[in-house]
């Protein structure tokens, strides 16, 4: 399988908003992927989306709980009626959890 050339894709990056996810997002933006990013915080979001947008590359934001089987499949079917789809997407938000396998819910 051939990957689209990254200036063509629409990259979709959980955890978005800083860190990691955040470097991620503007080294894709700079080279000219269509990034969304998605966080918990809109404030948040929003400035770290700012200076990518500044820069004149392009990143739409959303908000979502990784932690949340509903926010998720929320944020998908967004990122489908905004951009007509992804073709990669980064889950690089973190849920963490200490207990029994048997007894961490969903």
Known sequence: MKLKP????TIVITGGSSGIG???ARLAAERGANVVIIARNADGLEAAAAPIRAEGWRCDTM??????????AAAVEEVIGRHGGFDTFVSNAGVGAYALLEEIPD
């Open 22 to 24: 955040l470097a991620t």
């Open 6 to 9: 990254l200036d063509q894709q």
């Open 63 to 72: 908000v979502a709980d990784v932690g949340s089987r509903e926010d998720v």
